[in-house]
């Protein structure tokens, strides 16, 4: 096995070992970068220096018999939180040498917990994207077949997990954007419960929305990333006061006795790619045959949901990107002497197709005279969204559901048609909307190979039992242990 190949918790073994140093782990994974990302396009910056000086010293700290799980890791972290001394773009032109002057809170507890980050990742645009084609650099291939779409929008940051490009990473979620690139490229990825992990210097989209996670190649890898990342922030008026467990406890936990919810709603939706539906089912049988139950559940405002969130994301995108506009930071446009055409002329030149999209319908959302219309009917809707799951929960202890309604498609095949690209997400964003827990783990592949992802739901800062279940799954099944050919 090749360094860059290992796993977070077999790199953490070796490391205080001292079998194998962080930085001959670093080194690896950066050779893998040089190599495989000119056909992938995950990274839109790769911090060499700052990570060999990171490993260098966390080295030292391993010489010592100190440090913690992720001491001296390679971990990547999507573009759009905030790196101090590094360009934070979010995908996006007007961003392009925006250098932040501080760090967001994942990464100042990143950095104590010893970790190496070895660059930024590509993302959509503003994280505004199911495919990473929105990025205003260049789009991302999935590593199982280049010209694939990875999933979006933290698809730069599923493709180098799965490609070994890093050991982890950390993507965004707003309405899937962990969990539908996780399921696309095959690897494991964890949305917190909404406040669970601090959203201080992450680049907003919609704030209500909007919940920091993990990418790994495993669960086991997974508990401990989240682990090292979340916990009560006072810099971020959102982030809730609670103690954070030791995920990894759960893991060895079987599921004897669990009830699974099967959304009623979710496996009779028009759409549902047939082999998507059968490696779901084939999963859900598994789970029995290891000891769970199953249970029908109803979520019954889930027909609502798409056009609910398409309202409250682009009305709070609208109102968190008005502050860019040329004045404060970040790209100015235009020679004139009136600032409403230095705005105009800077937003344009500045902001994608898809970012204007979902600013205009936004402030039209939030106008005078269609904000009760819209954005307080979607609102009100958001509200019965979470009473269902709540509804739910009381027969079930997690919810189990497909992740996309189909398999990783072509770039470039739906570009050109934003409902479709929107309904991509119909089975993510209701989670977002409630402030639940959810997360993506593999469970199988089409006949032409591209990965499958299974989701499970559940109840707020119960992530838990999502990686019990998830890590007893797994254990049973070889789909996370299959690597694409690069």
Not at 198 to 216: E, K, N, W
Not at 386 to 394: L, M, P, V
């Amino acid at each position: 096995m090749q360094l860059y190949e290992l796993t977070v918790g077999q790199a953490g073994k070796l490391l205080r070992r001292r079998e194998v140093s962080a930085t001959q782990i670093t080194r690896a994974v950066l050779e893998r970068i040089e190599t495989c990302d000119p056909r992938i396009g995950a990274y839109l910056a790769v911090t060499a220096d700052l990570a060999l000086a990171q490993a260098e010293a966390a080295d030292q700290v391993l010489a010592r018999g100190e440090g913690g799980p992720l001491t001296g890791i390679p971990i990547a972290v999507k573009d759009l939180i905030c790196t101090a001394g590094v360009a934070t773009t979010c995908g996006s032109r007007i961003l392009e040498h925006f250098i932040p002057p501080y760090d967001a809170t994942v990464m100042r507890m990143l950095a104590d917990a010893g970790a190496v980050m070895v660059g930024k990742l590509n993302m959509d645009e503003f994280a505004m994207g199911s495919t990473c084609e929105h990025s205003a650099f260049k789009p991302t291939h999935n590593p199982w077949r280049p010209g694939l779409i990875p999933g979006g929008s933290s698809g730069g940051s599923a493709a180098a997990v799965s490609a070994d490009m890093c050991l982890a990473a950390l993507g965004s979620d707003t309405g899937g954007s962990i969990r539908q690139p996780a399921a696309h490229c095959g690897v494991v990825g964890l949305k917190p419960t909404y406040g669970r992990v601090s959203r201080y210097g992450l680049v907003a989209f919609a704030s209500s929305l909007d919940q920091i996670g993990p990418l790994t190649k495993d669960v086991a890898d997974c508990a401990l990333v989240l682990g090292a990342i979340a916990g009560h922030d006072p810099a971020d008026s959102t982030s809730v006061p609670r103690e954070v467990p030791d995920y990894t406890a759960f893991l060895e936990t079987g599921i004897e006795g669990m009830r699974l919810g099967l959304p009623r709603e979710y496996y009779t939706l028009e759409g549902l790619d047939e082999e998507v539906a059968a490696a779901v089912r084939a999963a859900v049988a598994k789970l029995k045959e290891m000891g769970a139950t199953t249970v029908e559940v109803s979520l019954p405002h889930s027909a609502y949901a798409v056009a609910a969130y398409y309202i409250i994301a682009p009305a709070e995108a609208s109102s968190n990107l008005a502050r860019y506009d040329g004045v404060k930071y970040g790209l100015r446009k235009g020679d004139t002497d009136s600032l409403v055409e230095m705005y105009r002329q800077t937003r344009s030149a500045g902001f994608g197709a898809e970012v204007q999209r979902r600013i205009l319908i936004g402030t039209y959302c939030l106008s005078a005279g269609y904000y009760d219309a819209y954005y307080r009917k979607a609102s009100q809707v958001r509200t019965l969204i979470g009473r269902d799951f709540d509804a739910a929960f009381a027969h079930c202890d997690a919810i189990v559901a497909p992740v996309t309604p189909t398999a990783a498609f072509a770039i470039g095949e739906k570009i050109d048609d934003p409902l479709q690209m929107y309904l991509s997400d119909i089975f993510t964003l209701s989670a977002n909307m409630a402030g639940i827990p959810g997360m993506s783990v593999p469970c199988g592949f089409t006949a032409d190979g591209r990965p499958i992802g299974l989701q499970l739901l559940g109840r707020r800062f119960d992530e838990g039992t999502l990686l019990r279940l998830a890590y007893n799954f797994e254990q049973a099944t070889d789909f996370h242990r299959r690597k694409p050919a690069l």
